[in-house]
């Protein structure tokens, strides 16, 4: 059962536009929320986290949205740049499983000079 | 400073063959140590996680099982490996509820 859930399979902007990706979860003992970014045949690198006790996030061009009412989250990319395309994956942990990362199944985003 | 380290990077298997896989943590202790797969096409499944050394834990039956010898070490075996065991395959380290910090993956093809 897939507990954390990115629905959208793939995102195209321009560059130098804003980027959303979104990200719905149905575990409500997720507490703590994170972005990855993968490249092809590449492990995962850590982009961003949010714990849930905040709502918002910043790092750089980086920021995390929280609402966990609506047990979703969302990271905006300003400005986008082509270096960006990548899959980013929204990844959450709490209540067991040694914090063990439960992921989506992620989002391709293309960013067009 | 911490890092990972995972091996090989591909490899070609047949049917029926064993396999391992093995990763390993340098600058740091008692981490929690994870194996997660990624099919084509789909998400990082959680295979398994493992809290200290000799503990395990089995998110998914398959068939596949691991081991942690050492306890910066952790291993991933099978005794016979399936066509549908393909798949990219990835460790990872973290201390804590923060966030884990993966290897580069093995791409394992079983022909």
């Known amino acids: 059962d897939q507990q954390v859930k990115q629905n959208s399979p793939s995102l195209s902007v321009q560059e130098g536009r804003i980027s959303i990706l979104n990200c719905d979860y149905t575990?409500?003992?997720?507490?703590?929320f994170l972005w990855y970014k993968k490249y092809p045949a590449e492990g995962p690198t850590f982009l961003i986290s949010?714990?849930?006790?905040?709502d918002k996030n910043e790092d750089g061009r980086f920021t995390v949205f929280l609402n966990k009412s609506a047990k979703h989250l969302s990271l905006h990319i300003v400005p986008s740049q082509p270096g960006d395309s990548a899959v980013y994956f929204c990844?959450?942990?709490?209540?067991?499983?040694?914090?063990?990362?439960?992921f989506g199944k992620g989002t391709s985003l293309l960013v067009t000079p | 400073s911490q890092t990972i380290h995972q091996w090989p990077a591909t490899l070609v298997q047949p049917v029926g063959s064993p396999l391992s896989l093995e990763c390993t943590v340098e600058?740091?202790?008692?981490?929690?140590l994870y194996w997660y797969r990624q099919a084509a096409g789909r998400g990082l499944q959680l295979l398994f996680y493992?809290?200290?050394?000799?503990?395990i834990s089995s998110e998914v039956p398959q068939n596949l099982s691991a081991s942690r010898p050492q306890d910066r070490q952790f291993i991933l075996s099978s005794k016979k490996l399936l066509l549908s065991d393909s798949g990219f395959y990835l460790c990872?380290?973290?201390?804590?509820?923060?966030?884990?910090?993966f290897g580069q993956g093995t791409r394992l093809t079983v022909v």
């Open positions: 990844a959450a942990s709490g209540g067991g499983s040694g914090y063990a990362l439960n």
């Open positions: 575990n409500s003992m997720f507490d703590y």
């Open positions: 990872a380290w973290s201390q804590g509820a923060t966030e884990a910090f």
């Open positions: 493992s809290v200290g050394i000799g503990q």
């Open positions: 949010i714990s849930s006790i905040k």
């Open positions: 600058g740091t202790s008692n981490p929690n």
